[in-house]
């Protein structure tokens, strides 16, 4: 495997541990025990796993079950109402038909959501929100029904409600004002700015930081962490996706926290360990485990 394409290596533990708020193990190589393990021995002893669609959610329920130091979320991505409403080829899920099965299929799947979140290890509804990166026009009323619906299951059941805007973001708050946030509300993978950050922070909502933060052109983003209120800071991987830097392209996994961590520490001028002790409670806070 060339070293572009190959897992970057064990990072220098943490000596504070903390957990990865948001990463898809269902999506990464190897098996689930290899992949906590190698998280373990760098610090990163939780992760929340979080479901896209019906299989993914499910999957998230039955591995928090089996793995204590697995919290599970569940719920439809934003890009995947369109697909189950219209067929929507930009959905999040690929595989099988694409023939749309109307409104009467997204009630269908959101009544097994709500089922799954009633589940004690499943201690979030999300990734849920809107994006209009991916999904047109077309794609939006059935990702504002979605959300909103998403929003009603969370508060229902007292559990945390996880956040995916891209490119949405003043519909989100929006939505969010208008149906009232559950008590616990996260955004991951923060996107926004220094400003939002500022509209987050009086709302209370938490905001997770992705390896993204790492990127060079992603000045906004510090500038959104330097901020937000330290006990609103939360940390993931988002894996496998948005590995950071030095590692930008290859293959993401919640042992890569440390990385993101320490960059996160550095931009608000605090230690490691200060940094990762905020994290450990912030996280537990927000997913209430």
Request: aromatic residues 6%.
């Amino acid at each position: 495997m060339s070293s572009k394409h190959a897992p970057p290596p064990l990072p220098e533990p943490l000596r504070v541990p903390v957990a990865d708020s948001h990463t898809h193990l269902d999506m990464q190589d190897g098996t689930v025990e290899e992949g906590l393990g190698r998280a373990a021995s760098v610090g990163v002893t939780t992760v929340v796993q979080v479901g896209c669609d019906l299989k993914g959610s499910r999957w998230a329920a039955e591995t928090a079950a089996a793995y204590e130091n697995v919290h599970a979320a569940v719920a439809l991505h934003p890009n995947e109402a369109p697909r189950i409403v219209h067929g929507d080829p930009d959905g999040w899920s690929r595989q099988g038909a694409r023939v749309g099965g109307g409104e009467a299929a997204l009630d269908d799947a959101l009544a097994e959501i709500d089922r799954l979140a009633a589940l004690p290890q499943v201690r979030a509804v999300g990734e849920t929100g809107l994006d209009y990166f991916r999904t047109g026009p077309e794609g939006m009323a059935a990702q504002e029904r979605s959300f909103r619906a998403h929003v009603e299951i969370a508060k229902r059941h007292g559990k945390a409600l996880v956040i995916h805007d891209r490119e949405a973001h003043a519909d989100v708050l929006r939505i969010l004002a208008e149906e009232g946030a559950p008590e616990r509300t996260v955004f991951h993978c923060y996107s926004g700015d220094a400003e939002m950050a500022e509209v987050c922070a009086a709302a209370g909502y938490f905001m997770s930081f992705a390896g993204n933060v790492t990127f060079k052109n992603a000045q906004p983003l510090r500038d959104a962490l330097t901020i937000a209120p330290l006990e609103l800071v939360l940390i993931e991987t988002d894996a496998p996706f948005l590995t950071p830097a030095p590692y930008r392209g290859r293959p993401n996994a919640p042992y890569l926290i440390p990385v993101t961590l320490r960059a996160m520490a550095d931009v608000r001028g605090i230690g490691e360990d200060a940094m990762a002790e905020a994290i450990s409670a912030n996280t537990a806070r927000a997913f209430g485990y």
